[in-house]
Each structure stands twice: as structure tokens, then as C-alpha cells.
């Protein structure tokens, strides 16, 4: 029976000392898991903080494409404005005044307009009302 007890008492240190083996084991992966976890949560934010810099930047692409599309549709109008103009001056002078001048009090702007830099002395202004002096 002495023998018997001490097998068991031996197997019970044995049981003991692998369960503190084991405790130890389980506390450096404690001590990794929670390393990791603290990571995951850096790169938890710093993905929630490019996130909201790439929505940001896509919707300041989004505005300046708009403002793009706008510019060009603006400048095509205008294109085809002056073109016809330019036609109406080839076809009736007076005509084309009176529509500058309609252009002019639509603007409701003060421009200073130079002559060529040989006649710089003279100055047009076209005035509110588009009326020029």
C-alpha cells in the first residue's frame, strides 16, 4: 500500500507540475492574445480613419468633377454665345451692339477693356446697363 501511495502521490506531482507547465503556457499566449488584440484595435482605427479619408476624398472628387462638368457646359454655352455673335456682326452690325449691350446689362459688372498696348491711352468701360463710355 506504501508503494500504491506513493505512485499516486507521484502521479499527483507529476499532475501538478504539468498543470503549472500548462499555466505558464496559457499566460504567454494570454500575454500574445492581448498584444494582438491591441493591434487588431490600432488597425480597427486607423481602417476607420482612411475609411473616412477616402469618403472624403471621393466626395471632394465628386465636387470637383461637378464643378468640372459645369465649367465645361458653361464654357460650351459660351462658345456657341460668341459664335453667335460673331456670325450677327458679319451679318448686322447695329444688331450685334444691341445684344453685347443686352449681354453687358445682364453682367451688371464694371470691366475695364484696353485697347491694344499702341493705344493704351484709350480706355472703354462697359458700365451697368451695358451702356459703354
Do not use: W
Not at 21 to 48: G, N, P, Q, S
Amino acid at each position: 500500500m506504501d508503494i500504491e501511495k506513493l505512485r499516486l502521490r507521484e502521479e499527483v506531482e507529476n499532475a501538478h507540475a504539468e498543470i503549472e507547465r500548462y499555466k505558464e503556457i496559457i499566460e504567454k499566449y494570454k500575454i500574445k492574445i492581448d498584444k494582438v488584440l491591441i493591434e487588431y484595435e490600432e488597425m480597427k482605427k486607423e481602417t476607420a480613419r482612411a475609411t473616412s479619408t477616402i469618403e472624403d476624398v471621393q466626395k471632394e472628387i465628386e465636387e470637383v468633377e461637378n464643378s468640372y462638368n459645369y465649367i465645361r457646359n458653361e464654357y460650351v454655352a459660351l462658345e456657341k454665345e460668341f459664335m453667335n455673335i460673331i456670325e450677327l456682326s458679319q451679318i448686322n452690325e447695329k444688331s450685334c451692339m444691341i445684344t453685347l449691350q443686352e449681354y453687358a446689362s445682364k453682367l451688371s459688372l464694371i470691366k475695364v477693356i484696353k485697347e491694344p498696348e499702341n493705344k493704351g491711352h484709350e480706355t472703354f468701360r462697359i458700365i451697368e446697363g451695358g451702356k459703354t463710355d
